[in-house]
C-alpha cells in the first residue's frame, strides 16, 4: 500500500533553515504529483509547495523566495528546503501524494494520499 513518512522536522530560531523528507513506498514515485502542506493549531491545511512528475514546480506566495521543493525519484524521496524561517512558518508538515495530474496543486482535496505529519517549530 502507499506509504508516506516525513522526516526532519524540529526547533530553529527565526532564521534558520530544515530540509524535510518525505520517503514513499508502495507506489511509483516518479508519475505522481507531490506536495507538502502545513497546519497550525486553529488553522486551515496550506498547501505550501507542489511538484509534478515532469519537475515543475509551484509555491504559495508566504514560501516563495524561501523554500524549496524537489524529488530523488531514484530514492523515492521527496525534500522541502526551508530557509530564512519565521515564527509563522510554525506547523505540522506533511507531505501528499496523487497518482496523477492534479488541477490545483496547493489544494489539499486534490491529494488521496498524506504522511502523518513532523513538526516545525520557529522560536527564538
Known amino acids: 500500500q502507499v506509504q508516506l513518512v516525513e522526516s526532519g522536522g524540529g526547533s530553529v530560531q527565526p532564521g534558520g533553515s530544515l530540509r524535510l523528507s518525505c520517503a514513499g513506498s508502495g507506489f511509483t514515485f516518479s508519475t505522481y504529483s507531490m506536495a507538502w502542506f502545513r497546519q497550525a493549531p486553529g488553522a486551515l491545511r496550506e498547501g505550501v509547495a507542489a511538484i509534478d512528475s515532469d519537475g515543475s514546480t509551484n509555491y504559495a506566495d508566504s514560501v516563495k523566495g524561501r523554500f524549496t521543493i524537489s524529488k530523488d525519484n531514484a530514492k523515492d524521496t521527496l525534500y522541502l528546503q526551508m530557509n530564512s524561517l519565521k515564527p509563522t512558518d510554525t506547523a505540522m508538515y506533511y507531505c501528499?501524494?496523487?497518482?496523477?495530474?492534479?488541477?490545483?496543486?496547493?489544494?489539499?482535496?486534490?491529494?488521496?494520499?498524506w504522511g502523518q505529519g513532523t513538526q516545525v517549530t520557529v522560536s527564538s
Open positions: 501528499a501524494a496523487y497518482p496523477g495530474p492534479v488541477a490545483s496543486d496547493l489544494a489539499a482535496y486534490e491529494y488521496n494520499y
